[in-house]
Nanobody
Framework: QMQLVESGGGLVQAGGSLRLSCAAS????????MGWFRQAPGKEREFVAA????????YYSDSVKGRFTISRDNAKNTVYLQMNSLKPEDTAVYYC????????????????????WGQGTQVTVSS
């Protein structure tokens, strides 16, 4: 089993920034591609960003491209999501997830491909 614990969520004004962290334990973190997803009230969970095990490959949804940056530190077993220029429509619970994946491709944009999930952290952007 892998445990994932997100942190860094909170309330921020539109245009502001937040940095989410996801700390992993229990498995070899560097064998997993990682992803961030989010779910707003009444909506389905949606893909936000993903990164390969090495950190060299990343992938973003169109809605966050250019504003969010995913990164990881394998020495600290942690993946990050830097969120800039936040908008009210970014309000959601943000989840990190781990996908066991060979090669250097980033994690999938499909939630069903992931093996482990965190409990989520709330991000609220006020207008």
């Amino acid at each position: 089993q892998m445990q994932l614990v997100e942190s860094g969520g909170g309330l921020v004004q539109a245009g502001g920034s937040l940095r989410l962290s996801c700390a992993a334990s229990g498995r070899t973190f560097s064998r997993y591609a990682m992803g961030w997803f989010r779910q707003a009230p009444g909506k389905e969970r949606e893909f936000v960003a993903a990164i390969s095990w090495s950190g060299r490959s990343t992938y973003y949804s169109d809605s966050v491209k250019g504003r969010f940056t995913i990164s990881r530190d394998n020495a600290k077993n942690t993946v990050y999501l830097q969120m800039n220029s936040l908008k009210p429509e970014d309000t959601a619970v943000y989840y990190c997830a781990a996908e066991f994946k060979a090669g250097n491709a980033p994690g999938s944009d499909m939630a069903t491909e992931y093996n482990y999930w965190g409990q989520g952290t709330q991000v609220t952007v006020s207008s």
